[in-house]
């Protein structure tokens, strides 16, 4: 499939969209401007790839919305050669995105198929996270621990503690937190024992689960 003008055209139309929204990271920006999400959905939804809105994708799951996408990745203040750890791999956008912006992404999937699936897609069309892990996300991936940041894309019932653990001192991890409908946290590590929360609006995600499918 081909990223044509016509989807570049559009990807510069959903940038203005998101800043009129109120991102301001100028790398987010530039990353959703370069990064072609048209790739990352089934066919039938080409036609809607660059609104501001999610849709499905396979094993019941979705691709979180350009806005979404934009914020969690603009609390991560993202650096260049950062480790971030991604916690749902999903369809690899938000991990594209990461990469694009030139962060060393280790990224866990608990679903095999979308892990089969995006393990070999991502490099096909050259994002390439540092690893891709197929397990429980709530365990995140101590091997390569610490991580300067930690970015959960799926609705956690509660903050896990071993992911916080994970986190190198004045590390940052942006998860949203709740059942139904979830709040944006920011959680910044200022000592092993003492951490930051700071709060953000309702969003929704598909939860995060502990079981391997």
Do not use: W
Request: glycine share 8%; hydrophobic share 40%; aromatic share 10%.
């Amino acid at each position: 499939m081909q990223d044509s003008f016509k989807h570049k055209g559009l990807r510069n139309k959903l940038v203005l969209d998101l800043k009129t929204k109120g991102i301001k990271d100028d790398s987010v920006l530039e990353a959703v401007k370069s990064v072609p999400r048209h790739l990352f959905m089934d066919s039938g939804f080409l036609d809607h790839a660059y609104q501001d809105k999610a849709f499905p994708i396979a094993s019941g799951q979705t691709i979180s919305q350009p806005f979404t996408v934009a914020f969690q990745t603009e609390l991560l203040n993202v650096k260049k050669d950062h480790k971030i750890l991604e916690i749902g791999t999903g369809s690899g956008y938000q991990a594209a995105i990461l990469c694009h912006m030139g962060a060393k992404v280790y990224t866990i999937e608990r679903i095999k198929e979308l892990f089969r699936k995006t393990s070999v897609f991502l490099p096909s069309i050259n994002y390439r996270p540092k690893k891709m892990i197929y397990g429980d996300g709530y365990l995140g991936y101590s091997e390569e621990a610490p991580y300067d940041s930690i970015i959960v894309t799926a609705g956690a019932s509660e903050i896990p503690e071993k992911l916080i653990n994970q986190l190198k001192i004045g590390g940052r991890m942006v998860i949203p937190v709740g059942e139904e409908v979830q709040k944006m946290k920011l959680v910044i590590k200022i000592s092993e024992s003492d951490f930051e929360t700071k709060i953000f609006g309702d969003f929704q995600f598909v939860p995060m689960l502990k079981n391997i499918k």
